[in-house]
C-alpha cells in the first residue's frame, strides 16, 4: 500500500520541462515573438472565438496558432503549461506578455487596459 500512495505523492509530472523540450520551448518562444499579437487556440473553442473577437474589435490583427490543427499541438499546449502556468486555451501574448485567456482579455477590454497594450 505505501508504495502505491508513494507512486501517486511523486508520480513525474507532465507539467515540467525535461531537456528533450528544449528545441520545443525554442519553437513555442518563436511562436510567442512573432508578432505583436499571438494566440494559441483550438478550432471547436468557443473561448478561443470570443478571445478572437475582442482583437476584431480593436481592429487589432493578430497572429493565431490553432493547436488541433497541428501534429505538434498537444506538445505546444503542454509547453505553454509550463511556460505560464495554465495548460488551457486560448492563452493569449500581447507584446510577448502572456494576458492569460479570454476571462483576462474581457477584463482588460472592459477597462479599456487591453487597447491601451495594443497602442505601445
Do not use: H, W
Not at 36 to 42: D, E, G, H, L
Not at 98 to 109: D, I, P, S, V, W
Request: hydrophobic share 35%; aromatic share 10%.
Amino acid at each position: 500500500m505505501f508504495q502505491f500512495i508513494n507512486f501517486l505523492l511523486f508520480k513525474p509530472s507532465r507539467n515540467v520541462a525535461t531537456s528533450n523540450d528544449s528545441s520545443k520551448i525554442a519553437l513555442v518562444n518563436q511562436m510567442i515573438n512573432s508578432d505583436k499579437v499571438v494566440i494559441f487556440s483550438k478550432s471547436y473553442c468557443t473561448y478561443c472565438k470570443l478571445a478572437k473577437e475582442l482583437f476584431d474589435k480593436c481592429n487589432t490583427k493578430y497572429t493565431e496558432y490553432v493547436l488541433d490543427n497541428r501534429e505538434d499541438g498537444e506538445e505546444i499546449q503542454r509547453i505553454l503549461g509550463i511556460l505560464t502556468g495554465v495548460k488551457t486555451v486560448p492563452r493569449i501574448f500581447v507584446n510577448q506578455k502572456c494576458l492569460g485567456g479570454r476571462a483576462e482579455c474581457k477584463q482588460l477590454y472592459d477597462t479599456g487596459e487591453l487597447q491601451k497594450l495594443l497602442i505601445y
